[in-house]
């Protein structure tokens, strides 16, 4: 059964039978606020198809005028072929559909082919039906590959909850020469380990989660108490065993990159670790990123969808477009709309001869920057900064690289619009990275942030002299250059 498998990712459940078809509504309306399933629906036009960016919504891949139909959107290039990654919905196998809004717009933008599929609900047909559904879209991609100018051979497929349950079962049903074999799966928050599922959930979740698995593997037959009595306890485990990709993991696996939020309360991170201790155990190609202080839908991580990109990049081989302003070495200066928070406006004198928006002047503001390196390693974060806070006290940011632990940068007092340059060194990874600053304690005014390469003679787009701290870059470690004495 495992080769065949079928299965989702997501937590939801239909209630006991006697009285599932009042609660049904109210239990998984409140799921799907939990889970963040409602999003906004894609738009219904269809656009033109050579040259993108283009969405062909309602492709039929099957029999199933209903359930069995996807959106295609295409990137923005004129030649192809390009890679195609399926998106698979979640919501307990019950709930979601294809129009949802989902973060596959990183790829898009990237240069990837995206199709967002739906699928049959457990409410229609029980497990593996939805698996099935799964299987026949990506058949049916192969097929009209040539028409949409799509690589049959760089297919990589990303789930979420319910849906990052079926990426990884067709992980597991990866073969040579099999039409389901795709070349790279992301799992987001999926359960995989369905015989466990129960135990591993919150106690408020428990009665929800046993619920939602006899709706998947007994489909509408689910509110027929004694047909879930008629099983007895090793054919449960074995039942439930089928469908979890934990217990099927091939010889050859695709790359995977699993993502869960340590904070997850609809499906326990322990779901992930386990299943990832099991692919290390058996010598899978995988990725684990578990992201800290994140519940179930990882799209609260500002770095998930980079790290999503980077990975299919690599495993779908499409290359780091070239390097350009946006890219490092790097420069962003204040300006007027790049602010999370309050701002006050600068004077032109003391603002690098512009009338610009101090980044980060109140401890209510914080911003995040995204920025491409060709490079993993070292490289040299710079900021133009002011304190001129009352009392002579320090500022202070908290400066985020990607999800690693947050760093306090520390900003002297300066006297008003006495500018400073403060540098840092930071570890980044090849390709997309986020920097995050939030403030600390009492907040400085950032006029200029800057990153360049570790070595202080190729960092572009430098500074005048006036503004350059004395020292040799590679001695600084998180102070303030001296570039003239503070004072009011």
Excluded at 119 to 129: D, G, I, S
Excluded at 326 to 349: C, F, H, I
Aim: proline content about 7%.
């Amino acid at each position: 059964m495992c080769r065949e498998s079928r299965s989702a990712g997501s937590v939801r459940v239909a209630p006991p039978a006697r009285w599932w078809l009042a609660a049904v509504p109210t239990i998984f309306g409140l799921l799907l606020l939990v889970e963040g399933v409602g999003f906004a629906a894609q738009s219904r036009r269809n656009s033109r198809t050579d040259f993108g960016p283009a969405v062909v919504n309602d492709l039929a891949y099957g029999r199933d005028k209903k359930y069995q139909r996807l959106n295609l959107a295409l990137p923005d290039r004129s030649e192809g072929p390009v890679p195609l990654v399926i998106w698979i919905h979640g919501g307990a196998w019950v709930t979601g559909d294809k129009d949802e809004e989902n973060p596959t717009g990183v790829l898009v933008e990237a240069g990837f082919a995206v199709a967002s599929i739906e699928y049959r609900p457990a409410t229609v047909a029980a497990f593996p039906a939805q698996l099935e559904d799964c299987q026949t879209a990506l058949a049916w991609l192969r097929t009209a590959a040539k028409k949409y100018r799509i690589d049959p051979e760089r297919v990589g497929v990303w789930g979420h909850s319910a849906g990052g349950h079926l990426a990884a079962l067709l992980a597991g049903n990866a073969g040579v020469g099999n039409r389901s074999a795709v070349q790279a799966v992301c799992d987001w928050s999926g359960p995989v380990d369905l015989q466990r599922l129960v135990d591993d959930s919150a106690d408020d979740y428990r009665k929800v989660a046993q619920e939602m698995l006899w709706r998947l593997y007994l489909g509408p037959a689910a509110d027929n108490l004694k047909r879930r009595d008629s099983f007895t306890s090793s054919q449960r485990t074995k039942l439930f065993q089928s469908g979890s990709p934990i217990s099927c993991i091939a010889e050859k696996m695709p790359p995977m990159l699993v993502m869960h939020g340590e904070q997850d309360r609809i499906v326990s991170v322990r779901q992930s670790r386990r299943y990832v201790k099991r692919l290390e155990q058996l010598g899978a190609p995988m990725d684990y990123i578990e992201l800290p202080g994140i519940g179930h839908d990882l799209r609260e991580s500002p770095a998930s969808g980079p790290r999503v990109v980077t990975f299919f990049r690599r495993h779908l081989n499409l290359p780091e477009p070239a390097l350009d302003g946006k890219s490092g070495p790097w420069r962003r200066e204040a300006e007027v709309g790049t602010l999370a928070g309050k701002a006050r406006s600068l004077s032109d004198a003391n603002a690098s001869g512009e009338h610009k928006v101090g980044f980060l002047d109140s401890q209510d503001s914080s911003v995040m920057f995204e920025v491409r390196v060709a490079e993993a390693g070292a490289w040299l974060l710079r900021m133009r900064y002011t304190n001129g806070s009352p009392g002579g006290q320090q500022a202070s940011h908290q400066l985020v690289v990607n999800e690693e632990p947050p760093r306090e940068l520390v900003y002297p007092h300066t006297g008003r619009d006495n500018w400073q340059t403060l540098e840092v060194r930071v570890e980044l990874q090849e390709g997309g990275n986020t920097l995050r600053f939030r403030p600390a304690m009492r907040s400085a005014e950032l006029d200029w942030i800057e990153l360049g390469s570790d070595s202080k003679e190729e960092a572009g787009d430098a500074p005048s002299p006036a503004d350059s701290p004395k020292e040799d870059s590679a001695d600084v470690e998180s102070h303030p250059a001296e570039s003239g004495p503070p004072g009011d």
